[in-house]
């Protein structure tokens, strides 16, 4: 059978970059239409300092008042232990690291350099693994960096290693600037099936070029089974002014699903659920299929 | 070598559904901005009747006051023998005709069956042949109809077979509602090769779900080597409210460059002329690209 696994970014990577911050109980109705449109797995928020993200300065009140659907994950990011710790009193069903495959994006972003980064995600990792909490991890900048450009397959895969060594159960592709195209998602792809079953690592695409798509129709030709997106394509990236952001939940969806690869998730639902942050942000969304259908889909 | 030759629609299929008409000024010097940019074939008008497409109605201004540039095209739309008649004048480079798989959209459209349109197709291209003119073909509505809703590659077939056996020198895959994707594109060009060099078959893509740049790079792997597309991706289709429109030229250009695939094409070029015409429309443009780097581009 055909099918691919969803991964929905869209209340933590998709609303962390908004310049106005979105209020707990819209966060909370976001991610309920989201579970009522299928979505299994649902990163809600972050567990970094407000003063570096102030859109996730509510990740407790998120955490405390999210009702859980039976069946259904919600990950938290938590950036290094200070956050792990902070997130454990609400027992994360899965907690996500990030290890940047730049050393300059990692001096710059935490002022610390790869190794460093990766001792950290180390330690949370062993200390989740002993609670019994999953841990899924993100290679950010795995096609390319903002700051130093093309990134090498090895760096990549530098990283790729040393969470293979501490037994994550999850490694994620993150192009975070949305500069990868099928041939050096290919090219990693290849590299990383040497140490990784290709099914269990996940692709985390940016749309930030309109290649998001064509990428991950790739990835799951060369195996991949699992893909990050966001409802209405939320979560532009710093680093690219004006850019669009993560790839639609249902640009995906529609596109996968008429190939023949089943999600299990609601078209319709999916636009319900960013039609809910279109409606309080009070803008149009980037999403292709959330501007072709949102008239039919009205909540 | 790889290589894609690109054919520019954007001062035809671009602008014609604008709901305001863009003075014959623009269109000229979006036209000489694109061909500065690289573009070798560039469709400019249509000699439809004004009453029908009001946008097109400087079809006769815009052909006499076109700057030509050595080596570059500059085809023109005609959808019947009137409109040859009136094109002919100006010599065109190339003419380009319509006809719909579709029973229930050459009915509404042109008030035709598909039998009637290919006869009045064939005679155009017997007359476009006795002068010495190019004939470019397109099957609109090829991957789906906003009427009748799935297309059979049956019906494709009897068209693509007329179209060949009248002797056009190019046929276009038309996704005219955008509803193709990769797996039904790729259907399709097996047929389709039965009876036709994929080299010589243009794929003309519309963004409407967002799928048209996955499915022109699953078109090139199976050996499609020429891509329509608008600067800016304009170009909406009034059969779906809200959509974008056609694949956008900096998007593919940008994703075939970095895949190794050349164009020929100035990025920066392209953004250029997309931004003359998004400044007199006053609004953004659709493309992703577009969006991400027009800063850096102002003219």
Partial sequence: MDFAHIYEVGPRDGLQNE????????????????????????????????????????????MSQLKKEEGVSYPVLVPNMRGFENAQKFKPDT?????????????????????????????????????????RA???CALGCPYEGEISSKAVM?????????????????????IGDPKSVERLMRDLSSIWSLEHIAC?????????????VKAYELGGRIFDSSAGGLGGCPYAPGASGNLATEDLVDCFERMGIQTGIDLDGVVRAAS????????????????????????
Avoid at 102 to 127: R, Y
């Fill in 158 to 178: 530098y990283i790729a290693e040393a969470f293979a060594k501490t037994k994550v159960d999850e490694i994620v592709i993150g192009d975070t600037i949305g």
């Fill in 95 to 135: 907690v996500a690291l990030v290890v940047a495959a730049s050393e300059t994006f990692n001096q710059k972003n935490i002022n610390q350099s790869v190794d460093a980064a990766l001792a950290g995600a180390d330690a949370v990792t062993v200390e989740a693994r002993r609670q019994g909490i999953p841990v």
């Fill in 138 to 140: 993100y290679i950010s």
């Fill in 276 to 299: 809910l942050v279109s409606q309080h942000l009070g803008r149009q969304l980037n999403s292709r299929v959330f501007q072709a259908l949102k008239g039919r889909c009205h909540s």
């Fill in 19 to 62: 310049q106005s911050v979105v209020p707990t109980s819209v966060k909370l109705d976001f991610i309920d239409a989201l579970s009522a449109a299928g979505l299994k797995r649902i990163e809600c928020t972050a567990f970094v300092h407000p003063k570096w993200v102030p859109a996730m300065a509510d990740h407790a009140a998120v």
């Fill in 204 to 216: 985390h695409f940016h749309d930030t070029y309109g290649r998001a798509l064509a990428n991950a």
